[in-house]
């Protein structure tokens, strides 16, 4: 496993860089070829992105199929590994993307092929969804996974786990983006003050109303994260903008605070007010599916002799559209580790067979 890992992370694969995402997703769909059998590869185009990768394995058993899912791209330019090198170190395996979420895909395909020996044939059929576009939102593959997941039994997502125990996650966030654009009035800060409008007086006035829809009760978070505006300290400014991001927990949420960033108004009538984006991720809420899904889980892991734990994360990931549709999801399947999206991003070696094996009791009983 640790050398399949270690192939998958050596090719490196910027969102933002469609040749290197298509690269891995050749070396990607060549593995998966190699598990032999009647697999059927599939890849879907896309155009500003990497292409996404699609891989149905038939069973023997006739039964909705079980969606395993994942993403090929990360979020480190290209030559992170001069500075970021896939090494193993202490026990651990480190690298650019090696818990976000290379292990993951490995995951898969060693999952797969174990229950291909051991059954000789898969028991039942499954589908390998693998997106490029997972770390910049989704937006061109989101019909792709939400259409293979309407068809599939359950929704197993190989994303990193959750904490030194690999704790699996069954409640995730919902996401939304909105700017906050005010446009005032410029003026020389000197000669004509008063004929001024500043955006900038105004914005900071909509940041504190905004900031104040946070509700820690609900879970439901508003942070204000990028400001602009103004040009010159001798200018009034005419224009000023805000990036807000904005968290829910409960799908209920999402019309109240979408609502209250719609109907901002200005303090100062002179000033103009636009708000645009919205709620992109609904929330993966813990749906009776999913705690089911959790507690098939729970069996597998004690027969393997492990306590695994569950936990509800702040963070987003294409499993928030399966949960969303409704379909069992379960998700932080992949690799144990630390520093997802950071310089010491590693994964635990010592975890990935139980894992594998965990994985694979999923994919023969749900
Ligand atoms: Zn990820």
């Known amino acids: 496993m640790v050398s399949t890992i270690r192939d998958l992370v050596e090719i490196e694969s910027p969102s933002d860089n469609k040749a290197a995402v298509d690269g891995l997703a050749e070396a990607v769909a060549q593995k998966f070829s190699e598990l032999g059998g009647k697999i059927e590869v599939r890849v879907h185009p896309a155009r500003d992105f990497g292409n996404h990768l699609e891989v149905r394995l038939p069973g023997k058993a006739a039964a909705k199929p079980v969606l395993l899912l994942g993403h090929h791209d990360t979020v480190y330019p290209l030559g992170t590994l001069a500075t970021m090198p896939c090494r193993v170190v202490d026990g651990k395996l480190t690298g650019p993307g090696v818990l976000d979420m290379k292990s993951g895909i490995a995951l898969m395909l060693h999952a797969l092929a174990a229950l291909q020996q051991w059954h000789g044939g898969l028991p039942r059929p499954?589908?390998?969804?693998?997106?490029?576009?997972?770390?910049?939102?989704?937006?061109?593959?989101?019909?792709?996974?939400?259409?293979?997941?309407?068809?599939?039994?359950?929704?197993?997502?190989?994303?990193?786990?959750?904490?030194?125990?690999?704790?699996?996650?069954?409640?995730?966030?919902?996401?939304?983006?909105?700017?906050v654009k005010v446009t005032g009035k410029a003026a020389h800060a000197g000669l004509d003050f008063q004929k001024g409008?500043?955006?900038?007086?105004?914005?900071?006035?909509?940041?504190?109303?905004?900031?104040?829809?946070?509700?820690?009760?609900?879970?439901?978070?508003v942070n204000v994260g990028i400001v602009s505006g103004g040009s010159r300290t001798n200018v009034v400014p005419a224009e000023a903008s805000a990036q807000v991001d904005v968290r829910i927990a409960r799908m209920k949420d999402a019309?109240?605070?979408?609502?209250?960033?719609?109907?901002?108004?200005?303090?100062?009538?002179?000033?103009?007010?636009?708000?645009?984006?919205?709620?992109?991720?609904?929330?993966?809420?813990?749906?009776?599916?999913?705690?089911?899904?959790?507690?098939?889980?729970?069996?597998?892991?004690?027969e393997l002799g492990w306590k695994l734990g569950e936990a509800a994360v702040g963070g987003g990931s294409d499993g928030n559209f399966t949960a969303g549709l409704g379909i069992p999801t379960l998700d932080g399947l992949g690799g144990v580790g630390d520093g997802a999206h950071a310089p010491h991003e590693h994964i635990l070696i010592s975890e990935l067979a139980r894992r594998a094996a965990l994985i694979a009791g999923l994919i023969e009983t749900v």
Do not use: H, W
């Open 126 to 179: 499954v589908t390998v969804l693998l997106v490029s576009d997972e770390e910049v939102g989704s937006d061109s593959s989101r019909a792709i996974t939400e259409s293979l997941a309407k068809q599939a039994a359950a929704v197993l997502v190989l994303e990193p786990s959750y904490g030194p125990q690999g704790a699996v996650k069954t409640a995730r966030k919902g996401v939304g983006d909105y700017t």
């Open 197 to 221: 409008v500043n955006a900038i007086l105004e914005l900071a006035r909509q940041i504190e109303r905004i900031s104040g829809f946070t509700d820690l009760k609900k879970g439901l978070t």
């Open 255 to 302: 019309a109240g605070i979408e609502k209250k960033m719609r109907s901002l108004r200005a303090f100062n009538r002179r000033c103009k007010i636009e708000v645009t984006g919205g709620i992109n991720r609904p929330p993966m809420e813990r749906t009776p599916g999913v705690a089911a899904l959790y507690a098939q889980a729970v069996a597998i892991a004690r």
